[in-house]
């Protein structure tokens, strides 16, 4: 018994190691003739092993897989180490696709994705190919893991923090929060969802509710009524409301996603010097540290031959 427990241990370890031979000289040709493999996405890179181990491997390594998935796993640390971000993505697929109640390996995989390697892209395209790439991983990794509130939390915190879906991400959290044994901190980012965006008729049940769990928690009770006083007296103060629009803004233009447009406000303006909201119409910026005019600064930017006919 041990003798053929040896034989399938050496087998397995010798799968792994020529899927990591695979890899070095395949990245190889890629540097070498990029153009053959993705002419149109200068930052993309595909190796060997990019789709995951085959079934075929997987059925092989039988009882070995979580091993399998451990020895990648350092490689995968290693190749970070190294500064070679891009090749982590196939290193990560074969762990996941080999152990996937590796709950780390995924939360990896899609911080990776939509954290480094979309700041790391140069073009929008690029940076939205990431993002979609990370969110697409956590999803799966809900998938192969529902019994548990982490994958849903950092789903749903990838979708607020970086892809700016507070709707969207809401859902995620929402879930999240219906196992007992989630955090504190998971009730409170269902109403987090809500407050840049300033939807009240979210924001305020979603604090309520906050409010009614985890009495016997003293921060988390301190946390919730802080911010229900702060909102409360703020509702209905035009200059909070602009300088939530531009956080908001202001984040979403560094993670190059779309804007969340406000239709219904009639005092939307961003100074072009100075980035800070003021009132429409305004003569001069309202920031004290600018107070930039706004009519000279208009004028200043018209075309001589414009100036003339105007």
Known sequence: MRA??????????????ILLL??????????????LFDPDRKTRRVSAISIGPTPAV???????RTVAADLLWLKAEKVWDGGSWWAMLPLLDAVTELDPHFLLAW???????????????????????????GIRALERGIKANPDTWEMLFELGWTLYDRAHEPWRAWEYFKQADEFEDAP???????????EHVMDFDRLFPELEY????????????????????????????????????V?????????????????????WDVCPVCGLPSPKGSETCQNPLCRSPFA?????GRRPAEREAG
């Open 247 to 267: 956080l908001e803004n202001s984040a979403r233009k560094q993670r190059a996603v779309p804007y969340y447009l406000y239709p219904d406000n009639p005092y």
């Open 4 to 17: 053929a427990l040896s034989r399938y241990r050496v087998v397995g370890i010798l799968i792994v190691g």
């Open 184 to 194: 504190h901190y998971v009730t409170r980012m269902r109403y987090r969802c809500f």
């Open 296 to 300: 000279e600064r208009a004028e200043a």
């Open 22 to 35: 695979t890899v070095w000289p395949q990245e190889r040709i890629h540097r070498a003739r990029p153009y």
């Open 107 to 133: 939360k990896v995989y899609g911080w990776h994705a939509a954290y480094n390697l979309h700041a790391e892209s140069e073009t929008l395209v690029d940076k939205r190919f990431w993002l979609r790439r």
């Open 210 to 245: 906050a409010r009614s769990e985890h009495r016997d928690v003293a921060l988390h009770q301190k946390i919730v009524n802080r911010d229900l006083d702060w909102w409360m007296n703020h509702r209905d103060d035009p200059q909070e409301h602009r300088r939530q629009i």
């Open 58 to 64: 997987i059925a092989a390594l039988g009882g070995f």
